[in-house]
């Protein structure tokens, strides 16, 4: 009987951890400040191994499943760092390794398991048709040898510091398909040498430093065999890359839940006023107490989410509880963290309003909490679809 989900992966722990102690508090505080990217602590983790991590060994990769992934990033975030510069090399990954061609991966994937290659960004959202994925307008059209892309992505996270970005682009317009789901394709677009010229990437500033950009594609031209998989199937293979982004990002929540938790009990010993620790009241330890609760539960499913998908299901149900779940875990931990530090949860120094700040943003990304109650209600309790068109 396995004690614990993540029983069995302490050296993967001890591992991740050590290359974070090297980024403390500080060094996020100033990036903060300057909204730079991590860049030493991402050439770091990839130096160590650690974004190889899902690619097999036969391209050089660590041949781990997403469970270890999962352990990999939450560690991250548990540590007090934060994957979201880096953790789409671990998600796109699916999506290449499981329908792209013998050719790409020989091509991309020793470069990437070595650390000489990033492929970091994911463009899907757009500025018209946010949640709404199949009313996507980026057009990508066949001449002769290439592919010419035309349109606009939005949120492309990580786009400035990334070689290569996964797109979902339509090849074929919505009124020659039989099925808004077909005519959409994915491609593993090589940006070196395109961004300045037929692609323009400007970056967002957001409430956190979170490198993410909008992105303009204007006659794009690149190769055929950028294609992955088949053409117009593409929403499919999206899809399933999906359920292994909606479980690592959980996995991120719960390694920020712990964070929060071990920091405002630390903080609650320590604190005297009234000449005793805070932490003596109840009315400030049963909120922490409730939020390692609930962190619990959801760390229950997002490794029961993983566990089902390493053993080859596709487990819609379980990924997105394990994303809402987990997402709320980490903001009632935010917050009882910040209610525990009273001032202090305010100032810069302590962490713990960027940390704040970082957590919230998964109440909407990359799937916001009322598309999975929608999924969910739709289909585990078989009630009528509440969204899209006919
Ligand atoms: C910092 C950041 C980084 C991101 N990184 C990436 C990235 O790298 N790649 C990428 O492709 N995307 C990325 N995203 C996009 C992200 O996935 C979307 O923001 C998210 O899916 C929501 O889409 P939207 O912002 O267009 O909201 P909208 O679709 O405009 O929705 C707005 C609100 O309305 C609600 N809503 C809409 N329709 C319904 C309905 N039928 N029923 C109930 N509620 C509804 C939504 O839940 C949401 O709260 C990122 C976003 C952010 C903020």
Known sequence: MTVHPTEGYDDLR??????????????????DARRAYPEEFVSALMREGWLAAMIPEEYGGSGLKL???????EEIHRQGCNAAACHAQMYTMGTVLRHGSEAQKQKYLPEIAAGRLRLQAFGVTEPTSGTDTLSLQTIARRDGDSYVINGQKIWTSRAEHSDLMVLLARTTPRDEVASRTEGLSVFLVDLRGLVGKSITIRPIRTMMNHATTEVFFENVRIPADALVGEEGKG????????????????????????????KGAAYARERQVFGTPIGKNQGV???LARAYAHMMAAEAIVYRAAGLYDAGHNPGVEANAAKMLAADASWEAAEACLQTHGGFGFAE???????????RLYQVAPISTNMILCYIAEQVLGLPKSYGRA
């Open 14 to 31: 001890a591992g991740v951890a050590a290359v974070c102690a090297g980024f403390p508090g500080s060094y996020w505080r100033d990036l």
């Open 67 to 73: 469970t270890a992934a999962a352990v990999i990033l």
């Open 235 to 262: 929403f499919r293979y999206i899809l399933s890359g999906m359920n292994a982004e909606r479980i690592l990002i959980a996995a991120e929540c719960i390694g920020d839940a712990k964070w929060f938790v071990d």
């Open 285 to 287: 330890q049963f909120p």
């Open 349 to 359: 120094e302590y962490d713990v309003e960027r940390k704040f700040r970082e957590a």
